[in-house]
DNA sequence: TCTGGGGTCCTGCTGCTT
DNA sequence: TCTGAAGCAGCAGGACCC
């Protein structure tokens, strides 16, 4: 769900545009995870829906309807139940969209195997290879259209273009359940009558530095000298913005996505003060962290913590450790020493995050028979966790200090902590 | 109005090594 | 032995994306 909606630029002609070149297709899902959720609850189809839950969270994703009243994502859900009362409220079916969104990547695998998915709603293809068993980029555009509505009861939009984030705009601007083809003589004019928040990379902050330097358009952007955006914005993104509002994207469509971290964290119900409690979230984070690690079979370096207070004001602290680690006591350890050394008397917290950082294959991290016996225990102990897990359901093992023993287990089975 | 959770990337600062 | 410069790694914060 793109958080800003462009309107299409006229075009100054009625003929079908000219695809030639236009090798790289963006394809977005039309309110992905609000649409997905619809699919088993058909009597709201056509109604206002907002995905989304929790006293403390943020819309996942509106129906169309939804959005007539102004709610978008993103936005906090007491704002949007405010703007639009009658809407229903859904809470998200994570495991649903994760099953429609690798059916849909296999659609487009069997278009091209030069795909690069960017979340589970939307990927870039390159079908340079695929134009002469299927048609023109238009054409096969529409066909994935048309093969994700059938297949999947859900519709998504295309952009099609000579670069990927020319595409990335066009499929924003067909939305929903459109396609637009940018030609290959019309980038430049294209991106230059755009306002300079539809350049990826510009958000609230970006914007606000442009326009206090006059700049409303790409085109704007485009007649300033690179010294004097390098100068407001930073050496990278005075560059990247000045490429982009010349239509210059030379970035291909990677098959191969490397994860650089891999981190969770928690926004409390209610802000918490109680260093024991805080800990106790650590654990359960890092626990979650290391099982992820496991399970991508790579192991991390630095530990990194994430701590919000209940002001909103963010901190992060981190620690490299001498060798790499998937355990989930070495993060544990990590995690609470460095919360420790902050050394906050009852603060009110609202959010704590543990992340891991300079990932490295298991293969190559140099972790057996060069760390000690007690951390080999540990792996033990996690590797037994992980196949229990894989064989009771995740959570059914947990360390001792997170079972809630104010309730009976929800589990006939019992729990083996 | 009151801000999730998963990430990536950039910038500036600091301290270490050469 | 001391000092300054340059390069680099680590860290912290922030902006941005979906």
Redesign the pocket.
């Known amino acids: ?4 909606q462009f309107s299409l630029p006229e075009r100054s002609s009625s003929e079908p545009p000219d695809d030639t070149g236009c090798t790289i297709l963006h394809v ?1 899902m039309d309110a992905f995870y609000a649409s997905a959720t619809l699919l088993s609850h058909p009597e709201l189809v056509g109604t206002p829906v907002i995905i989304g839950g ?5 819309v ?1 994703s509106a129906t169309y309807e939804a959005r007539r009243f102004g709610v978008t ?7 949007a139940r ?1 703007l639009c009362p009658q809407a229903t409220v859904l809470p998200p079916e994570h495991g649903l969209y994760a099953a429609i969104s690798s059916a849909v990547m296999e659609t487009f695998r069997s278009v091209t195997p030069e795909i690069e998915p ?5 990927a870039f293809l390159d079908v340079s290879g695929a134009v002469r068993r299927l048609g023109s980029p238009a054409t096969i555009g529409a066909l994935i259209r048309d093969t994700v509505h059938d297949e999947q009861g859900i519709t998504c939009s295309v952009g099609v273009a000579p670069t990927k984030f020319v595409a ?1 705009i066009a499929s ?1 601007l067909a939305k929903p359940d459109g396609m637009v083809v940018v030609p290959r003589d019309e980038v430049i004019s294209f991106v230059q009558q755009l306002p300079v ?1 539809a ?11 442009l326009t206090r330097l006059g700049l409303r358009t790409v085109g704007d952007i485009a007649h300033t000298p690179l010294p004097t955006l390098v100068r407001g ?6 560059q ?1 913005l000045h490429a982009l509002s010349w239509g210059r994207d030379p970035r291909p469509v990677e098959r191969e ?11 409390f119900e209610y802000d918490i003060d109680d260093p024991r409690e805080i800990h106790r979230r650590l654990l359960r ?1 890092s626990d ?2 290391a099982a ?1 690690l496991r399970s991508a079979r790579l192991t991390g ?2 530990v ?1 913590i994430k701590v ?1 207070f209940a ?10 450790l001498r060798e790499p680690t998937d355990t989930s006591r070495a993060i544990y350890e990590t995690a609470t020493g ?1 919360f420790d050394a902050l050394g906050l008397q009852r603060a009110r917290i ?2 704590v ?1 543990v ?1 891991m ?2 990932l490295v294959g298991l293969e190559a991290a140099p972790i057996q028979g060069m760390l000690g016996e007690s951390e080999h225990g540990w792996r033990e102990a996690d590797r037994a966790v992980d196949r229990a897990s894989a064989r009771f359901g995740a959570g059914s093992v947990r360390p001792a200090s997170l079972i809630d023993t104010s309730r009976p287990s929800a589990r006939g089975d019992g729990d083996l902590s």
Request: proline content about 1%.
């Open positions: 769900m793109s958080r800003r977005d929790g006293n403390r969270g943020v996942l994502s993103a936005m906090p859900m007491t704002r405010r960017l979340s589970l709603d939307e990335k924003g928040a350049l990826w990379g510009v958000g609230e902050r970006t914007e606000e530095q914005l930073g050496e990278a993104t005075g990247h996505h490397r994860e650089k971290s891999i981190g969770a964290d928690e926004t984070l979650k962290v992820r370096r630095t990194s919000r002001d909103f004001t963010t901190i992060t602290r981190a620690r490299t460095l609202r959010l995050g992340r950082e300079k």
